[in-house]
């Protein structure tokens, strides 16, 4: 199975480390990694290091979307992006010593019609009963909130398999759509019910259900240091969080959604795929910036990973 990551809000990540940051006054950087982002592009990322094939597409504009592709090229990841005429945004992440991370994100280029419309029949031609579609991150400017919506209409006819990972309006009008996958947290999950959040998993579940009930295939939860809730028709169960020494959060729901993209495409079952995403997700909080972790050490931290029937 093909898998297809939609990234049509890319930046390039640049991750600035330092002692400190004391604001208003002159901060002097210990590191500067840069690295391609978004939250699709990570993901593809992660598939590539768990050694699966993969095509990245969206938008990317001026020398920042040209640096993105060169970091692709880099990695052996294919692409196929449109191009347009705003430039990509550039992201930054400040990262002290204490592994406070501040981020620091812009809004993100104009899209205009015409380049959504050729995005849109680049999805198309793409999609058929042996692609996976996966749609993530934020919306830049120009894109109306359904356009997830659209994507994922426009993909389903085909019997291709679209994976959600988004938030806000743009969450909720592509929920509707029925995915195959979605990766809210738990605070996201409240919001779409207008509930408030708690920490009760067992209403976490019957959310969840209620989701499915509408069309969704699969849903995992993440839910930070507690770990991730892992919901099919068939089964639920919490896997909790693995002890890492932890660099950066960055990335890591990106990487989760990738292991759960790979294991998918390689026909794993939802035990095996939930514990490589664990592992993923866990991998992905050692390392700085937004590089996903090696195959070596999410096949260690996989054994790790324990799971609880709810």
């Known amino acids: 199975m093909r898998i297809v990551t939609v ?27 840069i690295d391609a982002g978004g939250k699709g ?7 590539a290091a768990l050694g699966g094939d993969t095509l990245a597409t969206g938008f990317v504009g001026g020398g920042t979307g040209e640096e993105i592709v060169r ?7 294919r692409h196929n992006f449109i191009r347009i005429a705003a430039p990509t945004r550039t992201n930054t992440k400040v990262l002290d010593r204490g592994s406070r991370l501040t981020e620091l994100n812009e809004p993100g280029p104009t899209v205009g019609p015409d380049e959504f419309a050729a995005l849109a029949a680049m999805v ?22 359904d356009s ?18 988004a938030d806000g309006d743009a969450f909720r009008q592509a929920v509707e759509a029925g995915p195959a996958f979605i990766k809210p947290n738990r605070f996201e999950l409240f919001q779409y019910f207008g509930r408030e959040e708690t920490d009760d998993v067992r209403e976490v ?7 499915l009930d509408r069309g969704v295939g699969r849903i995992a939860v993440s839910m930070g240091a507690d770990g991730a809730l892992f919901v099919s028709p068939d089964e639920a169960f919490l896997c909790p969080g693995l002890r890492v020494t932890a660099h950066s959060s ?5 990487s989760m959604v ?8 390689e026909g794993m079952s939802w035990r095996d795929t939930a514990r490589l995403a664990m592992a993923t997700s866990a991998g992905a909080v050692t390392t700085v910036g937004t590089k996903p972790p090696s195959r070596a050490l999410v096949n260690e931290l996989a054994g790790r990973v324990t799971f609880t029937e709810v």
Do not use: H, W
């Open 148 to 165: 997830y919506r659209k994507l994922l209409d426009m993909a389903r006819p085909t019997g291709a398999l679209s994976f959600l990972d």
């Open 258 to 265: 990738g292991a759960i993209a790979y294991g998918t495409a």
């Open 250 to 254: 960055v990335g890591a729901g990106d």
């Open 205 to 211: 579940v019957a959310l969840c259900r209620q989701l």
């Open 124 to 145: 198309k031609a793409e999609a058929g009963a042996d692609a996976l579609f996966v749609f993530s991150g934020s919306l830049p400017n120009g894109i109306g909130p």
């Open 7 to 33: 990234t049509l809000n890319p930046a390039l990540d640049k991750t600035v480390v330092l002692d400190e940051l004391r604001p208003g006054e002159l901060n002097r950087l210990r590191d500067v990694v």
């Open 71 to 77: 970091a692709l090229d880099g990695m052996a990841i």
């Open 41 to 47: 592009i990570n993901v593809s990322k992660m598939i």
